[in-house]
């Protein structure tokens, strides 16, 4: 069965860069493509951008642009979220989403709760 | 501030409907697919609807989804206790650079 592992809870200071991983199983993991989506506390869904295993092709979404980098690893099956200069309104919990087609996401990551606090 | 609008709660008792409305406009649902999830209280979203009216293997007959113009809606009917939680629809937005959005997500209460 498909299977997303996140990176556990992390607690970053103002300024400091945040890296997320999100390793896969269950399934090929270059076929599909994975996104990464966050959640403020008490706030909607935020779609962050998305990466292609097969080729490392990014789309990232404008709030984020210059900010945030998404790889992956084939050999490991893993994908990372990096965001730099974190702020306060960076807490959050980060997901990330395997699609099955674009925009379609069926498999999700538990999600890695982030706390940006000095 | 997402550019496609729900009701920010809708409310029935057990046994009965609700529907759920996503507003957006030409450049998002007018013309890419929508996709329904729900997100119950501390996990994570779980994909109802996709290519506005499909449910993935799993999801109960009671979810529906449909799509018209620059609207979607979301359907539960015989509404269970189990059903309270968030809503959010989702679809591509080529004014944003092709960028994915969500709605801003609807709560649903069992009275």
């Known amino acids: 069965q498909v299977n997303l592992v996140q990176s556990g809870a992390e607690v970053k200071k103002p300024g400091a860069s945040l890296k997320v991983s999100c390793e896969a199983s269950g399934y090929t993991f270059t076929t599909y493509g994975i996104s990464w989506v966050r959640q403020a506390p008490g706030q909607g869904l935020e779609w962050m951008g998305w990466?292609?295993?097969?080729?490392?092709?990014?789309k990232f979404a404008q709030n984020f642009q210059g900010r945030v980098t998404m790889t992956t690893d084939t050999s490991t099956s893993t994908a990372y979220m990096e965001l730099r200069s974190l702020r306060s309104d960076d807490t959050a919990v980060y997901y990330c989403?395997?699609?099955?087609?674009?925009?379609?996401?069926?498999?999700w990551g538990q999600g890695t709760l982030v706390t940006v606090s000095s | 501030q997402s550019v496609l609008t729900q009701p920010p709660s809708v409310s029935a008792a057990p046994g009965q409907k609700v529907t759920i409305s996503c507003s957006g406009s030409?450049?998002?649902?007018?013309?890419?697919?929508v996709s329904w999830y729900q997100q119950l209280p501390g996990t994570a979203p779980k994909l109802l609807i996709y290519?506005?009216?499909k449910r993935p293997s799993g999801i109960p007959d009671r979810f529906s989804g449909s799509k018209s113009g620059t609207s979607a809606t979301l359907g539960i009917t015989g509404l269970q206790t189990g059903d309270e939680a968030d809503y959010y629809c989702?679809?591509?937005?080529?004014?944003?650079?092709?960028?994915?959005?969500f709605g801003t997500g609807t709560k649903v209460t069992v009275l």
């Open positions: 989403a395997r699609e099955t087609v674009p925009g379609t996401y069926n498999y």
């Open positions: 989702g679809t591509w937005d080529i004014s944003l650079s092709d960028n994915y959005v």
């Open positions: 990466v292609s295993p097969y080729n490392g092709n990014t």
């Open positions: 290519e506005n009216d």
């Open positions: 030409s450049s998002n649902i007018g013309n890419n697919y």
